[in-house]
């Protein structure tokens, strides 16, 4: 099983990340010589062990396994795949071949480009101005320095609960002065004072009857 992740001094990341940042990949397996495409590019998050190829990966069936891909001779992994066992905020995300990936090592660089304004914290590359590492072993190296950064992974909010939640907020100031226009004429009504809307008036017939009475004279001139 995938271990939790695990605390060192001020440093936190699962037991398995060390192991798979140092792990050899791409090379051919010792144990598969024989066969055809036994390059490792597997990794058991489980075993921590040697990289694997396809054909030890059937010997890995019910663990934590994860392919590792290449790109400019850097090793890299699949977001959608990390994602699922650490959290890699602060490291900056590339998409290549459609799918977003990030880098597991450092690739340092000596001059930055012209305009940069952000560099990795550990190794100096350029990057975006909202991430703060090139690769997760940069992001491990930064933990030497920050005590709040790690990698554990926060729990995300059931999104249904979140709009229930955004609902009440708006409703709740329509309650509040319903409830506080109530309580006021309740107050009013009991200490014998008027309250600031008029009440409903009677219903009051201007229907007048006219009652024949006494004939009066003209007066003499």
Not at 11 to 27: A, G, H, S, V
Request: some cysteine.
């Amino acid at each position: 099983m995938v271990g939790p992740v695990i605390r060192s001094g001020e440093e936190m990341w699962p037991p398995w990340l060390k192991p798979m940042l140092r792990t050899n990949f791409f090379m051919s397996c010792p144990v598969h010589t024989e066969l055809t495409k036994n390059e490792c590019n597997l990794y058991c998050l489980d075993c921590t062990g040697p990289a694997l190829c396809s054909y030890c990966h059937s010997f890995h069936k019910d663990h934590h396994v994860v392919q590792i891909r290449r790109s400019s001779y850097h090793n890299v992994i699949r977001v959608a795949e990390v994602s699922k066992f650490i959290d890699i905020t602060g490291v900056q995300t590339y998409i290549i071949n459609s799918a977003k990936i990030v880098f597991l090592n450092e690739r340092p660089q000596q001059r930055p480009g012209k305009g940069v304004t952000n560099t990795c914290q550990i190794c100096g590359r350029s990057l975006l101005d909202s991430f703060r590492f090139c690769s997760l072993g940069c992001k491990l190296g930064g933990m030497k320095r920050d005590s709040e950064l790690n990698f554990t992974i926060k729990p995300k909010l059931n999104k249904e609960l979140m709009q229930s939640s955004e609902s009440d907020e708006l409703s709740t100031p329509k309650k509040m002065r319903r409830g506080m226009e109530e309580s006021f004429y309740e107050d009013t009504s009991q200490n014998g004072r008027e309250g600031i809307s008029p009440g409903t008036p009677p219903n009051v017939s201007y229907r007048i009857s006219r009652r024949k009475g006494v004939p009066h004279r003209a007066p003499p001139f």
